[in-house]
Every structure is written in structure tokens, then in C-alpha cells.
């Protein structure tokens, strides 16, 4: 059972490794971000409490998100163990998460933070589209679809994210340095912590990935 965090700055290219390294091991995804756009969009009760949140790019409130992961985990269903990502953002989370493993009996792998420059963030998000109907994710320089505004898959309107506008991109990094930095330390000192250097082609980043993996 490979059991890994992956952390980064909103825009840091976390979602690409995410995929890589989930295809690689066979590992559940468990995305609290994924999760909450999935209830906004069959807008479910807690979709509607969290849709205040996102569009802002705030965070959801701990309790609510910590319920929404023990309800996920506490079935265990990863057979070849978990990647939680986005999930921790708080040192609360962070406590609570480990309190939901220690009552499972499961230990934790590694984290993995993909670490970009601020600079690189705000570049990167600007160009960031996604298509409105399955939600695949393009960038208009770095990853661009055949047709402009148009989904390669499923022929949808590309749409910027509503937390990927300018305002909205700047609150969330600063919540980042100043709620979910801190468990970089926190992890840290549980020997636990890769620090990847994620300005790298995206190929590259990967492979750092798997290096320092495999050097555990
Ligand atoms: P990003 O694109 O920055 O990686 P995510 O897709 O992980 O962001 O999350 C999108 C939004 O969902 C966050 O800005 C926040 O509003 C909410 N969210 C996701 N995970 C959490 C969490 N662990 N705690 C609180 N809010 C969360
Ligand atoms: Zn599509």
C-alpha cells in the first residue's frame, strides 16, 4: 500500500502529477476539490454551502471538509492504497487526518509538494481553460485545445474557472501562504516531506517524483 499527499500552490501543476502518479501505482484519488465541484454541480445541499466558498477561493470550512474525507476513507476502498490531494490545507486538517489514520491502522507514505515560484503561478493560472461539460483542462499556450474555445474530447465551450479569475487566484494564494504553508514544516518534521522542483517540464517533474519515491 503506497499511501501519498500531494501539496502544491494553486497552479503548481499538482493535478498533472496527481494523474501521472495515480496511473503509475494504481492508487484511489481522493480530491476534496473534486468532490465539492462534484456536489455543486448535482447541486446538492452541501454543494450549495460550498459553492460560496469556491467561487471566492476561500476555503470551505474544516469540519465540513473533514467529515466529507472520514466518509470517504473510513470505507477503504483503495486497495493499493490512497492519494489525498488537496486535502490537507489546514493544520487542523492535517490533525484531523491523523487522527482518521490512526483509527484505521494506516501510516502515511509521503507528501509530495510540488513547489513553483509565485511568479510562474499567476502566468500559468491566467491561461488555465476547462471545458464546461467534462471538465478536461487545457491552457491556451502550454496545453492548448485544436480549436480555440472549443473541448478536444467532447466539442463543449471552453470557460475559465471562477477560481481561476485574476481576483479570486491572488486570495488563494495568499490563503495557501498563510494556512497550508505551514504543513509543509508540519510534515516535515515527520520525515515525511519531497520537495519536488515543479518548474520543470512536466515529464521531468514526474520522474524527480518517482526518483525520490523509490529512494525511501
Ligand atoms: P486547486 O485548483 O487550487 O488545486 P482544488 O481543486 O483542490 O484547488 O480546490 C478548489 C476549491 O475547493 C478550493 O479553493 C476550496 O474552496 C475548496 N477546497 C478543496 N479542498 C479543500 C480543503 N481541504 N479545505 C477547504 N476547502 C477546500
Ligand atoms: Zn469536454
Redesign the pocket.
Known amino acids: 500500500m503506497i499511501n501519498l499527499l500531494i501539496m ?5 501543476g ?2 498533472t502529477q496527481a494523474k501521472k502518479i495515480l496511473d503509475y501505482f494504481n492508487l484511489t484519488h481522493i ?7 462534484e456536489e455543486i454541480r448535482k447541486n446538492t445541499k452541501i454543494g450549495q454551502e ?1 459553492k460560496k ?2 467561487d ?7 469540519k ?2 473533514n467529515d466529507i ?1 472520514w466518509e470517504v476513507l473510513k470505507h477503504k476502498k483503495y486497495p493499493n492504497g490512497f492519494m489525498l ?6 493544520i487542523t ?1 492535517a490533525k484531523a487526518l491523523d487522527e482518521m489514520l490512526a483509527m484505521l491502522n494506516i501510516k502515511l507514505t509521503a507528501v509530495i509538494n510540488v513547489d513553483v515560484d509565485d511568479d510562474i503561478i499567476s502566468d500559468r493560472m491566467s491561461g488555465r481553460r476547462v471545458c464546461s461539460n467534462c471538465g478536461h483542462t487545457y491552457h491556451l499556450e502550454y496545453h492548448p485545445p485544436q480549436i480555440l474555445g472549443i473541448c478536444d474530447i467532447c466539442g463543449h465551450k471552453l470557460i475559465q ?1 471562477p ?2 479569475l485574476k481576483e ?1 487566484v491572488l486570495n ?1 494564494l495568499h ?2 501562504k498563510e494556512k497550508t504553508q505551514p504543513l509543509l514544516d508540519y510534515y516535515d518534521n515527520k520525515n515525511l516531506l519531497l520537495v519536488i522542483d515543479g518548474e520543470n517540464a512536466s515529464e521531468e517533474v514526474f520522474q524527480d517524483i518517482l526518483d525520490k519515491l523509490g529512494g525511501l
Open positions: 502544491g500552490k494553486p497552479g503548481a499538482k493535478g480530491s476534496t476539490g473534486d468532490i465539492y465541484r460550498a466558498y469556491l471566492q477561493g476561500n476555503l470551505v470550512p474544516d465540513m471538509t474525507v490531494d488537496g486535502y490537507p490545507r489546514t486538517q474557472r477560481d481561476d479570486s488563494r490563503i495557501y
